[in-house]
């Protein structure tokens, strides 16, 4: 026990010589400032902001103005189904464009709103526009609106030149239930290619005067117009 009391304690060992060299540096990084963060740049670009979003009204509005006859035609069909009376004034201009589509377009899309202010210019466009698609697309969709006002360009109609028209004058005037074209349609049973619409007109109006003239056709050679005659036969009940 004395003797290890006594003994001197180990010496440490020395470092090495590497370790030596780098405590000073250590001790020097320790010791320095951080360095002070560098300030951020800002851009001197203007920020560009987003346009804002264009509705798809505002948008079908626009194409009507285009140069180009396919987007106002595109114009027109895209107010027509947005079934929105602020369309109809744009319609209405649209009724005078150059382009047949276009005009196509603007009518039908009134009839579909129901625009009854319209009736005595889809009426003159029924009689006048030099397009037989126009007036054909006039006739059929005036079956949308129901104006009585329209009976009068309808029954002019039957006389058009372009049976297509004659068709859809005869088929409108049906749906209607106009009495006065009672007569007219009488008359267009002696036409082949208007006998079947002008049967089943007769019947929509269940016009009795009509009965013995439209009986006889139960034997026509057409199995379609037989079954209009049988249609109609019913709906008159004579």
Do not use: H, W
């Amino acid at each position: 026990v004395k003797k290890s009391a006594a003994a001197p304690a180990p010496k440490k060992a020395a470092l090495p010589a590497a370790k030596k060299a780098a405590l000073p540096a250590a001790k020097k990084a320790a010791a320095a400032p951080a360095p002070a963060p560098k300030a951020v740049e800002r851009s001197t670009q203007p920020v560009v902001q987003a346009p804002p979003a264009v509705s798809p009204f505002d948008e079908a509005v626009a194409r009507l103005r285009s140069a180009d006859p396919a987007l106002r035609r595109q114009g027109a069909d895209a107010l027509a189904r947005s079934r929105d009376q602020q369309a109809a004034p744009y319609l209405i201009k649209a009724m005078a464009d150059a382009a047949a589509p276009v005009r196509t377009a603007a009518v039908d899309g009134l009839c579909q709103l129901g625009r009854r202010d319209a009736t005595p210019k889809i009426s003159e466009i029924l009689l006048k526009d030099p397009d037989a698609a126009v007036r054909q697309q006039a006739a059929g969709s005036l079956s949308y609106m129901m104006d009585p006002a329209a009976g009068p360009a309808l029954i002019k109609a039957l006389s058009d030149k372009e049976p297509p028209v004659r068709y859809a004058a005869a088929n409108t005037l049906g749906i209607m239930k106009y009495a006065p074209a009672e007569d007219p349609l009488i008359d267009a049973l002696s036409e082949p290619g208007m006998r079947r619409i002008a049967i089943s007109a007769l019947g929509q109006l269940q016009s009795k005067k009509a009965a013995a003239g439209i009986a006889p056709y139960l034997s026509d050679s057409d199995k379609f117009t037989r079954l209009e005659v049988i249609k109609a036969l019913g709906s008159i009940g004579d």
